[in-house]
């Protein structure tokens, strides 16, 4: 898929490999990438001051392109110059960074924000109030990119207000798409409105969650406009800095992606006060009553002295309502795996969310089958197998590569399986299948009875298919 690029700038310098004719000025250019540029970022000379290379060896990424060039419309990703900064990917600890900054203003946690990583963060835009996001981005003078999920049931008030947006900034937004078979696939076994009937977590896990998860895999870092009087019930301990606990970054597995909410200490009130101080451009929506504004059938006004919460999904749980995009708020009850207000809890430990890891190309083994599989001493293929639960963030963090896989693997002699490991399966897993903690990956040799497990928190494709063609 073809993404956009955002940008602004008040130069029309042109400028060309490394060498500059006179430095550029960042707190007049706003700077964007497409997420799936293979190009990293390089190191620059010691010889100058951090603050030096940002302002004199930065090109202006997000400069409009000189009317004069010609650029074919359906390339909409635009090879770009490259920033002679790197990101900073020393070890940090992020509690302590989030208590230093805790008392920090909006502006101050962006600029410590694109500051530690450059390009590889991104702005997450829903089309709502989080405009504050940008607002505050473009008064650091640093450069910035701004992504948003287009899940296809957007209002069209929403549609017009990112195109305000963009020519506002002068910026273009990166846009992420659903995948269509998926969507196709969801609205053919269940129609359009499926979940008024059995909640919202599987049609936004297919029209936002799988979208963002690719979309964060080309990042380090990003920026969300999370607040803590958004959601009592799931927000209320959000800090402004965090290591991820959902999504993998560019660099795969645990703790590779950084989350960055700067406004998690500001009130709503306060937002909408800077807002209308700073004269921008806000979603023709909210004049109707809508305070938080997410798909066309799952969002509505809200009446005097309701949370504003309530306008979202608003026939289930009001202690839950998150899409997937931030599940990590989502806290453990007594009784309950998940808490996503959908899905309750079987007599037996298991839960009734939508199962996850579905594609032609895997197969879902049963407690019969993956003990036939284990007691066989030669297989005529080898097997990959996942075991895992529905619930679990970190198998739902892994679901997109673990699919990816399985469908390079199709035909290649490798049979990539799941097993349901939760429940009552649970005991059996642990002592038999060397089950430690969700998920667990086995790997079953042809001619090899005892399986190996995957010893690596890493599980983007590359790592798991270089686990298997060193066994296979």
Known sequence: MALSLSGSSSSTSSVSGSSF???????????????????????????????????HLARPLNAHPNPKVSIVASAATIVAPEVS???????????????DLDGASPLAIMDKALEKFGNDIAIAFSGAEDVALIEYARLTGRPFRVFSLDTGRLNPETYQFFDAVEKHYGIHIEY???DAVEVQALVRNKGLFSFYEDGHQECCRVRKVRPLRRA??????????????QSPGTRSEVPVVQVDPVFEGLDGGVGSLIKWNPVANVSGIDIWNFLRAMNVPVNALHAQGYVSIGCEPCTRPVLPGQHEREGRWWWEDAKAKECGLHKGNLKQEEGSHNGNGNGGVHANGTTTDADIFESQNLVALTRAGIENLAKLE????????????????????MEGSYLELADKLAGSGVK?????????????????????????????????????????????????????????
């Open 378 to 397: 030669s297989r005529k293929e080898a097997w990959l197998v996942v075991l895992y639960a529905p619930w679990c963030q970190f198998c739902q963090a």
């Open 85 to 99: 900064e790197t990101a900073d990917v020393a070890v940090e600890d992020y509690e302590q960074l989030a208590k």
């Open 216 to 229: 964060l895999k080309g990042l380090r870092a990003w920026i969300t406009g999370q607040r803590k009087d």
């Open 416 to 472: 990539v399986g799941k097993f349901r490991a939760d429940g009552e399966q649970k005991e059996y897993a642990k002592q038999q299948l060397q089950l430690g903690s969700f998920p667990t990956i086995l790997f079953f040799p042809k001619h090899s009875p005892k399986p190996i497990k995957y010893p690596s928190e890493k599980r983007d494709v590359d790592s798991l298919m270089a686990f298997v063609n060193a066994l296979r």
């Open 21 to 55: 004719p006179r430095p550029i000025d960042l707190r007049a250019t706003q700077i964007a990438l497409p997420f799936n540029s293979h190009e990293r970022i390089r190191p620059v000379s010691t010889s100058l001051s951090l603050v030096s290379q940002r302002r």
């Open 176 to 178: 992420m798409f659903p």
